[in-house]
C-alpha cells in the first residue's frame, strides 16, 4: 500500500471515530438535559400560557363530577415526591422529568415524559407515553390507555401514584 492510501484511511478512520463520540455525548445531553425546543415550539408555548391566562374565564377546566366514590386528586404515596396531590380535572395530567409535567419526580427510572392521567367519558385512564422504563398499574405493566379505579396503584420508576376522593 501507498503512504497516500494509508495516510487516507488514517484520517478515514479519526472522522469516524469523532463521528461516533459527538453522537454518544448528544445522546448523554438528550438523557440528562431533555430536548432542545426550537424557536417556533417556544414562541408558540408563549402564546398559549398567555391565551390561557387571558381567556381563563372563558374556558376554565372543569373539575370532575364529584360523588363519593369518584376521585378527586392524584396523590403520590411512595417516592422522592411523597405527599404530593394534584386535583383531577378534565385536562390529562403529564407525569415525568420534564419542565412541562403537571407532576414532576425526581427519578432516575422516569422520562422525560413518562405517563399520562386522563379522563374520558365516565372513566379515568392511565397512559404510558412511551418510556424507557414502562409503566405499571399494580404489577402489570401497561402498554396502552388502561382503566383506573380508585385506590389503584400507578407505579412509575421508583414512584407510587394514586387516585383518591
Same mark, same amino acid.
Given at each position: 500500500?501507498?503512504?497516500?492510501?494509508?495516510?487516507?484511511?488514517?484520517?478515514?478512520?479519526?472522522?469516524?471515530?469523532?463521528?461516533?463520540?459527538?453522537?454518544?455525548?448528544?445522546?448523554?445531553?438528550?438523557?440528562?438535559?431533555?430536548?432542545? =425546543?426550537?424557536? #417556533?415550539? !417556544?414562541?408558540?408555548?408563549?402564546?398559549?400560557?398567555?391565551?390561557? /391566562?387571558? @381567556? +381563563? &374565564?372563558?374556558?376554565? =377546566?372543569?373539575? #370532575?363530577? !364529584?360523588?363519593?366514590?369518584?376521585?378527586?386528586?392524584?396523590?403520590? /404515596?411512595? @417516592? +422522592? &415526591?411523597?405527599?404530593?396531590?394534584?386535583?383531577?380535572?378534565?385536562?390529562?395530567?403529564?407525569?415525568?422529568?420534564?419542565?412541562?409535567?403537571?407532576?414532576?419526580?425526581?427519578?432516575?427510572?422516569?422520562?422525560?415524559?413518562?405517563?399520562?392521567?386522563?379522563?374520558?367519558g365516565d372513566q379515568w385512564f392511565?397512559?404510558?407515553?412511551?418510556?424507557?422504563?414502562?409503566?405499571?398499574?399494580?404489577?402489570?405493566?401497561?402498554?396502552?390507555?388502561?382503566?383506573?379505579?380508585?385506590?389503584?396503584?400507578?407505579?412509575?420508576?421508583?414512584?407510587?401514584?394514586?387516585?383518591?376522593?
Amino acid at each position: 500500500m501507498s503512504q497516500l492510501t494509508l495516510f487516507l484511511i488514517r484520517i478515514g478512520y479519526l472522522v469516524a471515530l469523532w463521528i461516533f463520540v459527538f453522537a454518544a455525548l448528544s445522546v448523554v445531553r438528550t438523557d440528562l438535559f431533555g430536548v432542545r =425546543a426550537s424557536k #417556533a415550539q !417556544k414562541a408558540s408555548a408563549n402564546v398559549n400560557t398567555r391565551s390561557k /391566562t387571558q @381567556g +381563563s &374565564s372563558k374556558r376554565a =377546566a372543569k373539575p #370532575a363530577k !364529584k360523588s363519593k366514590r369518584t376521585p378527586t386528586q392524584l396523590v403520590v /404515596t411512595a @417516592g +422522592s &415526591s411523597a405527599g404530593t396531590s394534584v386535583p383531577l380535572t378534565e385536562v390529562p395530567i403529564v407525569i415525568g422529568r420534564g419542565a412541562d409535567a403537571r407532576i414532576i419526580l425526581d427519578d432516575d427510572y422516569v422520562s422525560t415524559r413518562h405517563a399520562r392521567v386522563g379522563y374520558s367519558g365516565d372513566q379515568w385512564f392511565v397512559e404510558d407515553l412511551g418510556s424507557t422504563n414502562g409503566t405499571y398499574l399494580g404489577s402489570a405493566r401497561i402498554h396502552q390507555a388502561t382503566a383506573l379505579v380508585m385506590g389503584a396503584q400507578i407505579r412509575i420508576g421508583k414512584t407510587i401514584l394514586e387516585l383518591r376522593p
